[in-house]
């Protein structure tokens, strides 16, 4: 094989790993062989060089080793994707390539859990809340904010909901209520398939005064990825909401993306549990079973 020709089986070969190489990492990781996993991570460096996919390729790892509480080798990894993050948003900005936010806002996170492992709180919340002055107007903002509350917001009173604009019908009147908030996206299938888990708790302790709400927000763009006014965008909302969600068809739903700031809710569902003296009993990201959603519920009730 002459020169040339090896040169162009690496270039090829790369291509194909920049393609797959997070798909590989996180399989490694998932089989818990992060030797593995770092392999497959050096080949492609050693073609590609430093690119947005090799960042969160190193941040699965990252989290990998966070689960399995190896925090020395989580921090080390997070670590590194950040510094190779923030040295290319230097280039240009942060937003412009969709990879390089969810490698700086997975790097972020794993540190700042890390410090929480390891006891240290008050230091992962003085770095996330830097982390969330740094990075405020951009992407990833509603993540690091996420983290924060993760640490912060439970016994705490709820953050003030924007209410300027619903869909669905309006509550008559909101103090004095316990209230679940499900936030909710329209391109999110966790949160449809959490619907009859949300509709049974409305059914079952909304006599007992239990107030569901269901703040959403525009993201720019309808279905297909098309993109949308936010007007085209409120009528297609409006459409997912009566097609997919209509056991929740009394739900009232905010309709503002400061909401999702102010909550950190940069993963739908995003449900948060709050007592009817305003303070927080429960946030949690992502979906839930009903059993533990029903005995969280009832003992505020």
Avoid at 127 to 147: D, H, M, P, V
Avoid at 210 to 230: F, I, K, N, R, S
Wanted: with cysteine; glycine share 8%.
């Amino acid at each position: 094989m002459t020169a040339s020709s090896v040169l162009m089986s690496a270039l090829l070969t790369a291509g194909m790993a920049g393609a797959s190489l997070v798909n590989d990492v996180r399989e490694h990781v998932d089989g818990q062989d992060f030797a593995a996993a770092d392999k497959a991570i050096k080949a492609y460096r050693s073609v590609r060089g430093v690119t947005p996919e090799l960042m969160v390729a190193i941040t699965w790892i990252a989290r990998g080793e966070l689960a399995s509480k190896q925090y020395d080798k989580a921090d080390a990894h997070a670590l590194e994707a950040r510094k190779l993050a923030i040295a290319e948003i230097e280039m240009r900005k942060m937003d412009a390539d969709k990879q390089l936010p969810l490698a700086l806002g997975a790097a972020i996170e794993v540190h700042g859990q890390v410090l929480a492992a390891r006891g240290e709180r008050a230091e992962a919340l003085a770095f996330l809340r830097g982390e969330r002055t740094r990075f405020a107007g951009t992407s990833i903002a509603a993540r690091i904010q996420k983290n924060i509350l993760l640490l912060s917001l439970e016994g705490h009173p709820a953050p003030v909901l924007e209410t300027a604009h619903w869909l669905g019908p309006q509550p008559t009147a909101t103090t004095g209520h316990p209230v679940l908030l499900f936030f909710w996206a329209h391109w999110c299938g966790d949160c449809k398939a959490d619907i009859p888990v949300i509709a049974k708790i409305a059914s079952v302790f909304g006599p007992k005064g239990l107030l569901v709400m269901g703040p959403t927000q525009h993201y720019g763009y309808v279905a297909g990825g098309e993109d949308a006014t936010p007007e085209q965008e409120t009528a297609y909302i409006e459409q997912v909401r009566k097609e997919y969600y209509s056991p929740l068809a009394a739900m009232p739903a905010p309709l503002s993306e400061k909401n999702f700031t102010n909550y950190g809710a940069s993963t739908t569902p995003t449900l948060v549990l709050i007592d009817r003296h305003g303070i927080v009993r429960m946030y949690h990201p992502g979906a839930i079973r009903y059993e533990e959603l029903a005995a969280r519920v009832a003992a505020i009730i």
